[in-house]
Nanobody, 125 residues
């Protein structure tokens, strides 16, 4: 079992930046594949990025080059640095985890077992 708590959301102007954090409970953080998803009003939850404990990362095309996922295994925390934000990035952002996820790129929400409560990101002038 792991509990995930996101923080760092807020209101930002187009072109601005935000950094989201997701703190995980438990002692086996390094065995978890950690992902970020987002859900805009009226839309399905969409994959954003995923991180493996060894440093490998993978991004959705919509955020590639603007967002960076990273993790601090000593702090049981995964981050999402979001730069050059656009109004279409407005959504609730969720942290997700799956234990012993292996090298498979997991882009579907149903591939993750644990979820945080979400944090709102609004990009607007």
């Amino acid at each position: 079992q792991v509990q995930l708590v996101e923080s760092g959301g807020g209101l930002v102007q187009p072109g601005g930046s935000l950094r989201l954090s997701c703190a995980a409970s438990g002692r086996t953080f390094t065995t978890y594949v950690m992902g970020w998803f987002r859900q805009a009003p009226g839309k399905e939850r969409a994959f954003v990025a995923v991180s493996w404990s060894g440093g490998r990362t993978y991004y959705a095309d919509t955020v590639k080059g603007r967002f960076t996922i990273s993790r601090d295994n000593a702090k049981n925390t995964v981050y999402l640095q979001m730069n050059s934000l656009k109004p279409e990035d407005t959504a609730i952002y969720y942290c997700a985890a799956v234990n012993f996820g292996g090298p498979i790129i997991r882009e579907r929400a149903d591939e993750y077992d644990y979820w945080g409560q979400g944090t709102q990101v609004t990009v607007s002038s």
